[in-house]
């Protein structure tokens, strides 16, 4: 199994990036596909999650209506296309495969999978 993110880069606030994270090794929709990111000298922090099997979507309070998940069958990817992004966005973003679609999607320790990171700098 293997994810890897991408995507990141250093953008102006307002601005927007869609972060992708290519599935290899397992198919995306039968799994919780989630994002995570790390600010420094902060604790590891849920963002969204794709929940393919029970056609849901999950988003932290701080995101909601700015981002959006997503994911593309024949790609086998998942995208978290991020609008308005502020400072507090600013974060080395993780993506993570679950395979149990009715555990608690917003707890890390639940994703068996990790990708590296992809570092979101968002400053002017």
């Known amino acids: 199994v293997q994810l890897q993110a991408s995507g990141g880069g250093l953008v102006w606030p307002g601005d927007s990036l869609r972060l992708s994270c290519t599935v290899s090794g397992l198919t995306y929709r039968a799994y919780v596909m989630g994002w995570f990111r790390r600010a420094p000298g902060k604790e590891r922090e849920f963002v969204a999650a794709l929940n393919h099997r029970r056609s849901r979507t999950y988003y932290s309070d701080s995101v909601k209506g700015r981002f959006t998940v997503s994911g593309d069958n024949a790609k086998n990817t998942v995208y978290l296309q991020m609008n308005s992004l502020t400072a507090e966005d600013s974060a080395v973003y993780y993506c993570?495969?679950?395979?149990?679609?009715?555990?608690?999607?917003?707890?890390?320790?639940?994703?068996?999978?990790w990708g590296r990171g992809t570092q979101v700098t968002v400053s002017s």
């Open positions: 993570a495969a679950n395979p149990r679609p009715y555990s608690d999607v917003l707890a890390a320790s639940e994703y068996d999978s």
